[in-house]
Structures are given as structure tokens and as C-alpha cells.
């Protein structure tokens, strides 16, 4: 996606106050912090909206109330996002999706509360991913 400089500088703009970043606008990424950083990282890929978010591990080095904010903001996501993570709890209240990974891909998608996982590979969606998947199967 191609977008003028005023779209740009709108973007940029709104993804500083949602990711709460404004103070750090003129500050090189060094010289944050790396709960500063992640959500840096997370900000540049949301930016341009891609039709599929691939996120590792994306509340490492988030405080709480970060890792709350972006679950919220993960479950208005419009596109397809793919998440890898540990963190189980986040999982539970952002996925729709949770394939769960043990020295082997289980390929049945399973509810959204699962409790006892090793590593998670997580999609999550709103309500027209599961038209996306049944077009695609």
C-alpha cells in the first residue's frame, strides 16, 4: 500500500498515542526501554494494515497493562494475524483459534480455552475469518 505524506504523518501520529509513545517520538530505539521497543515493533507492523499480522512472541518485555491493551486491540483486528506465544492467558482472551504445538502440529483447531500448552501457535480472527478458512479448505 502506497500512501501520501499526510496519510503517512496521520498514521504515525495515531499509532504513537494508541501504542502511548508520543513522549518518544524524537528518541532513537536505543534509547528506549524494551517494553518501549516491543511495542515499537508491534506499531510498525500494524501501521499499513497487512491483510496477515505475524506476531512472535508479542508481550515479551510488555508490562500488564500493555499486554491488555493489545489483546483489546488484536481482537478489533479486522485482518488475519498469526501469534506465537507462551503466554497462555493472553491467548485465551485474544485468540478465536489455537493450534497447539507439542513435538508435533496438531492440525484440528481447537476451542479457544486451552490451559496446559507447551508452545501456541494461535490464529486470530473476527467473525468473517471462519468464511475465509471454510473458501480456502
Known sequence: KQFSAEEIEYRVSKMLKMFSLEQLKHKSVRQISGGQQQR??????????PDVLLLDEPT?????EAIIWLS???????NIAIVVSHNIGFLNDTCTYILNIENKINPEAMPYKVF??????SIISIDNM???INNTT
Open 60 to 64: 515479551n518485555h510488555l508490562d500488564l
Open 72 to 78: 483489546d486491540y488484536l481482537q478489533t483486528w479486522k
Open 116 to 121: 496446559f500448552l507447551f508452545l501456541s501457535f
Open 40 to 49: 515499537v515493533a508491534i506499531a510498525r507492523a500494524v501501521i499499513n494494515e
Open 130 to 132: 471462519k468464511a475465509k
